[in-house]
């Protein structure tokens, strides 16, 4: 994070004049400072509309962090941790930093491995046991009486 903007990878840099802020007072304990003083963060990302980030990179983003992200396309990130409007703020940045790489770096493709004799024979026997146990439930047969 510099002061033009969020570096997010060695290509992408979201300037800051893409997000927005709104501030709320804090819930939890604080005494009369927290009836006063508007420290909750949340950060405000539009990445639907963002012009920094290419087409292939909003559809990662939006899929990967859908859970931050409303209909509009709009990420929300709240940070109330300190008392200090100034050290959420820092810190909805670094949290978003970091969100945005992770959710931009491609993930690795899984190697399909066959399963070994061992790990086949012991799937049967687990099988054949778990059948042998629903088995002996039934009730008998009328010409086992």
């Known amino acids: 994070m510099n002061s033009a903007g969020i ?15 709104q501030f709320t007072r804090s ?23 963002s012009p920094s980030l290419d087409e292939v990179q909003k559809a990662l983003i939006c899929s990967r962090l859908a859970g931050l992200i409303d ?3 709009v990420l929300h990130l709240i940070s109330q941790t300190s008392a200090s409007q100034w050290q959420n703020r820092a810190d909805a940045l670094a ?29 049967r026997r687990s099988k054949a046991r778990r059948s042998e146990t629903k088995r002996r439930r039934r009730a008998p047969a009328p010409d086992d009486w």
């Open 7 to 21: 570096q997010v990878d060695t290509d992408t840099n979201i300037p800051l004049a893409e997000i927005r802020w």
């Open 71 to 73: 209909r509009q396309g």
């Open 95 to 123: 949290r978003l930093s970091e969100l945005l790489a992770q959710a931009l770096r491609p993930r690795r493709t899984r190697l399909r491995t066959r399963p070994s004799r061992g790990e086949k024979q012991r799937r």
């Open 27 to 49: 819930s939890g304990p604080g005494g009369q400072n927290v009836n006063k003083t508007a420290t909750r963060v949340e950060l405000l990302l539009d990445v639907a509309n």
